[in-house]
């Protein structure tokens, strides 16, 4: 869900992480996903060259850079230094709200940055406010009310009082009608929404909780549509092959929302829904999945 916005005040990147899922279909990443990987992350670093903030709206890896090597995140031990180093960094406290790996991954995080910033901020529903930009950040589920996995960030940005953009990461729809209601009461130009997990629907995540983001994101689709905002459907339901067939089966016309796609004028390809054709079509050598599954 990483993201870039620029005010005539600030240039904001929210959340500067990217992360291949380990297994899916169990199966690890195909080359054509390492290759995107390191494509976007190459243009993750070259756009945070020049932000003044960095947001972490919490501390899943594909919301963060952490502190490591690792292929799955393509990261060296020093390239969180290029994302945080010298960088504003609006972040989720770690000391509540939030599940035990989470904190652990901030607290190594944060002791590794150390003097390296310029600020850390921990921002669970306070203002941050440059010039005539105002940013509000504000605690939303990480998917249901009673989540194990805590809470995460929302961010909204106001320049001149007016809400521009909302970020909503890992809302799961959203699920939570606090979340909706809040939405609705800004009306943002622009709203960025993580989607359900539909693919993971009844598994890891309840299947009335993945129903009712449906619903919630349906109302909010709908009621912002009418309100002449835009709406920007990311990260989760992207995941699922059918997610087109699912909009429409809730009502919800695929022309009436963007993808990031379609922001940059680029085709959309759902690598990681397609892992398993991607493995069809073109089988990796025996030596790339040795190597992928550290063997």
């Given amino acids: 869900m990483a993201a870039v916005l620029k005010t005539p005040d600030v240039k904001i990147f929210f959340d500067p992480g990217l992360s291949l899922a ?6 690890p990443p195909h080359p054509v996903e390492m290759e995107a990987a390191s494509q976007l992350r190459e243009k993750i670093l070259l756009e945070v060259e020049d932000a003044d903030i960095v947001t972490i709206s919490h501390y899943h890896r594909d919301h963060y850079t952490p502190p490591y090597e690792s292929k799955f995140e393509h990261t060296t031990e020093n390239t969180f230094l290029e994302i945080y180093s010298g960088k504003t960094i609006l972040a989720k406290d770690y000391t509540h709200s939030i599940n035990y790996n989470q904190r ?7 002791k590794k940055l150390s003097d ?21 950040a504000f605690l939303s589920p990480h998917g249901a009310e009673d989540s194990k996995l805590g809470w995460v960030l929302g ?43 539909t693919y993971l629907s009844g598994t890891k995540v309840k299947q009335k909780d993945v129903l009712k983001g449906l ?28 997610w087109t067939e699912i909009l429409s089966q ?5 022309s009436n929302v963007k993808l990031y796609s379609d922001i940059l004028n680029k085709k959309f390809t759902g690598l990681e829904a397609y892992r398993d054709i991607l493995y069809e079509v073109e089988k990796p050598s025996s030596k790339y999945l040795q190597w992928i599954q550290g063997k």
């Fill in 22 to 27: 380990p297994r899916r279909y169990g199966l």
């Fill in 104 to 110: 652990k991954r901030a607290y190594v995080l944060f």
């Fill in 116 to 136: 390296k910033v310029k600020e850390i901020v921990f921002a669970d529903n306070r203002e941050y406010i440059i010039g005539e930009t105002r940013i509000e």
């Fill in 155 to 197: 961010f909204l940005v106001k320049v001149y009082n007016k809400p521009v953009v909302m970020y909503l990461p890992d809302v799961q729809g959203p699920i939570s009608q606090n979340v909706l209601k809040k939405v609705l009461e800004i009306k943002p130009h622009l709203l960025v929404v993580g989607g359900p997990p």
């Fill in 215 to 242: 619903q919630n994101l349906k109302t909010l689709v709908h009621e912002l549509k009418r309100e002449g905002r835009q709406i920007v459907i990311s990260h989760h339901l992207l995941r699922d092959k059918e």
């Fill in 250 to 254: 809730y009502g919800i016309e695929e």
